[in-house]
């Protein structure tokens, strides 16, 4: 019952964000897509699973170098989004379909690479939704999550993740890279490589992005300001010369490779 509550809370998180989510630069910069791309590095011959798809960034980027890619996303709003985008560049080896992570409707060891991207933190059950991306990935294939981290100190942690969830409530938790590489070691991978980055967030234009109301917007920005005095989360909050509150959320991408 809790999993499909959450599930109806992505669902209108999502449908809320959806044309924000398409257009936002930061998240659609091809640079950051090819570098994710590059970092997995699919053979020409592979079949792709990109689960929670949104507007299919992910998807399209892994089109260009393989031989087929699937997106997935159980929000319809962002697939209508990808479904138009593919229309107009006319990509053919590029599908999108609507399916919960949860029960993913693929046989077992279907495709060469599943990748999730910027997701994991929306999980209400992280472990239960990495088995199914494990179990539709084939022996010696490669399993690919970027996504958010906050601090290995967990009063740190839960500071990041109160504003973040104050922000959007879809966000559940999201997890440090020492929690990401257990997840990923316990479904069964071989850790393969680890790279870690930045996001460069400007507070008002991340608000904006996900519709959060006055109230809760008002409650964020107490806390960054708390957090820019005190370094309480490991963001670094500070005002740039327009004094515009800016942020940077660490990410990170693992890489495993499927054992058995």
């Known amino acids: 019952m809790r999993s499909q509550r959450h599930t109806d809370n992505i669902r209108r998180a999502f449908t809320l964000q959806a044309d924000a989510y398409a ?3 930061t998240l659609a910069n091809p640079l950051r897509l090819e570098y994710l791309v590059q970092a997995i590095n699919p053979s ?3 079949l792709v699973l990109d689960v929670a798809t949104g507007p299919g960034f992910v998807a399209e980027a892994f089109a260009l170098h393989s031989r087929m890619v699937i997106g997935v996303d159980v929000t319809r709003a962002p697939l209508e989004i990808a479904r138009r985008q593919l229309q107009e560049k006319n990509i053919s080896n ?3 379909q609507n399916a919960d992570v949860n029960h993913l409707p693929f046989a077992d060891a279907q495709f060469n ?3 999730c991207r910027f997701a994991i933190h929306h999980f209400d059950n992280p472990a239960r939704i990495l088995s199914e991306i494990v179990r539709v990935c084939r ?3 490669t399993v690919g999550i970027e996504d958010i981290i906050v601090s290995e100190h967990r009063i740190r942690a839960n500071y990041q993740n109160r504003f973040e969830k104050l922000r ?11 929690y990401l590489l257990r997840l990923l070691a316990g479904a069964g991978l071989e850790i393969e490589k680890v790279i870690t980055g930045t996001l460069l967030q400007d507070l008002d234009k991340w608000l904006a992005n996900s519709h959060t109301p006055a109230k809760q917007a008002a409650k964020v920005r107490a806390l960054m300001e708390q957090d820019a005095q005190e370094d309480l989360s490991g963001t670094s909050p ?3 010369n327009d004094n515009r509150m800016q942020f940077l959320q660490k990410t990170a991408i693992v890489i495993g490779r499927k054992l058995r």
């Open 238 to 240: 500070y005002h740039d």
């Open 168 to 178: 959007d409530p879809s966000h559940t938790k999201a997890q440090s890279l020492t």
């Open 113 to 115: 690479v599943v990748v």
């Open 94 to 96: 590029l599908h999108f």
């Open 139 to 141: 022996i010696n294939g």
């Open 23 to 25: 257009s936002n630069p």
């Open 44 to 46: 020409e011959n592979s």
